[in-house]
Nanobody
Framework: QVQLVESGGGLVQAGGSLTLSCAVS????????IGWYRQTPGKQRELVAL???????NYADSVKGRFTISRDRAKNTVYLQMNGLKAEDTAVYYC?????????WGQGTQVTVSS
């Protein structure tokens, strides 16, 4: 049974940094592309960063140059390092595998950036 559990959110001042973690259980970690998404009330969930099984990455324009996604195969964990945080980065952050390995959404982790 594959599960993804997010952690690491919190309250931070604008300009600060946070690192989110996504612990992945199950055997798909080595083959799945994994993404970090975020959602604010009344808006659709958006993909902000993804990392493919081979290690290549993509970022939304809004976070490019500030966020870095990485994966630790030994720990079956994907990280999202967030620097230069802005008030508009405030959201619930989720991780999930991209299709065809996507799972039901977890609870996410809240990131709040105070200006």
């Amino acid at each position: 049974q594959v599960q993804l559990v997010e952690s690491g959110g919190g309250l931070v001042q604008a300009g600060g940094s946070l690192t989110l973690s996504c612990a992945v259980s199950g055997s798909i970690f080595s083959v799945a592309s994994i993404g970090w998404y975020r959602q604010t009330p009344g808006k659709q969930r958006e993909l902000v960063a993804l990392i493919r099984s081979g290690g290549s990455t993509n970022y939304a324009d809004s976070v490019k140059g500030r966020f870095t996604i990485s994966r630790d195969r030994a720990k079956n964990t994907v990280y999202l390092q967030m620097n230069g945080l802005k008030a508009e980065d405030t959201a619930v952050y989720y991780c999930n595998c991209l299709q065809p390995f996507a799972r039901a959404w977890g609870q996410g982790t809240q990131v709040t950036v105070s200006s």
